[in-house]
């Protein structure tokens, strides 16, 4: 038994650090996720910072009904500028339709501002829906000072990188502290002991008449209407009994007295 509980309170301290990690992450990604909507709301749509000999994916809305990237055509103020239109699809949200594709900034072009915009072929007289600003920067130092986002301008990690990644280990602990709350079920099964998962309380007027609890012990388990248990506290301190009045095959409830208020963690054994 001095095994087991060895290796459940191994599995509580990992739980307890998982559960930190996941916390983390998520803080990490609402804090990107809030830095990725200011950056958008300060820097304009059209807007596009490069260096020379970069290659940046791009989108835009078309304003008509576009089936295929054939359609579609561009005019560039610089021949060092060049652009291949992916795809078009249609928003989401609003339902217009846009273009997707992938911009070439040649490595000989000089820092400055270009004009790009894409259009329907054969469509001369058209004014272009949004008309790009393509900053080109002088060096590195330049280029990062442009940001608007704090996490790209201070560490150079793009934002959209640290928002899936911080997500991505978030949901990895959540799944870890899954699994080792289970394996932790599964050791405290072994010698008839289960954390308390829910508490109830008996309220008449303003007085606490007792407590209600949910475990994970059942008839499968030898557990019976009528059945008394040994509750234990967070330091497996002997704190009273309950008495089991209903039980399924993996679940009971039991109630005790308003002597002994009960915590979710707490832990009942089979006496």
Not at 96 to 112: A, D, E, M, Q, Y
Not at 125 to 138: A, M, N, S, W
Request: with cysteine; glycine share 8%.
């Amino acid at each position: 038994m001095r095994s087991i509980e060895d290796r459940v309170a191994q599995l509580s301290r990992w739980r307890r650090i998982a559960g930190i990690f996941a916390v983390l992450f998520f803080i990490i990604f609402f804090i990107s996720a809030l830095d990725s909507c200011a950056s958008r709301i300060l820097q304009p749509l059209n807007l596009v910072h490069v260096l020379p000999g970069t290659f940046v994916v791009m989108n835009g809305p078309i304003g008509d009904d576009v089936k295929s990237v054939h359609e579609l055509t561009y005019l560039s103020s610089s021949e060092l500028i060049t652009l291949k239109i992916e795809e078009v699809y249609r928003e989401f949200y609003f339902g217009g339709c846009s273009w997707r594709g992938g911009l070439t900034v040649s490595p000989g072009i000089k820092p400055g501002e270009y004009k790009l915009a894409v259009g329907i072929k054969d469509r001369k007289d058209q004014k272009p829906v949004l008309v790009f600003v393509i900053r080109v920067h002088e060096d590195e130092q330049s280029y990062r000072s442009s940001f608007k986002s704090t996490i790209m301008l201070y560490t150079g990690i793009p934002n959209s990188w640290v928002m899936v990644s911080s997500l991505f280990l978030s949901i990895l602990f959540i799944g870890t502290i899954y699994y080792l709350s289970t394996r932790r079920e599964t050791l405290f099964l072994k010698i008839g002991v289960a954390e308390v998962f829910w508490v109830g309380k008996t309220v008449v007027g303003k007085t606490v008449k007792g407590y209600e609890i949910g475990f994970s012990l059942g008839t499968r388990h030898g557990i019976m209407p009528g059945s008394r248990l040994s509750l234990f506290n967070e330091k497996r301190q002997f704190v009273g009994t309950v008495e089991v009045h209903k039980a399924t095959e993996i679940h009971s409830f039991a109630t005790t007295g308003p002597e002994c208020p009960v915590k979710p963690g707490y832990t009942v054994l089979k006496i």
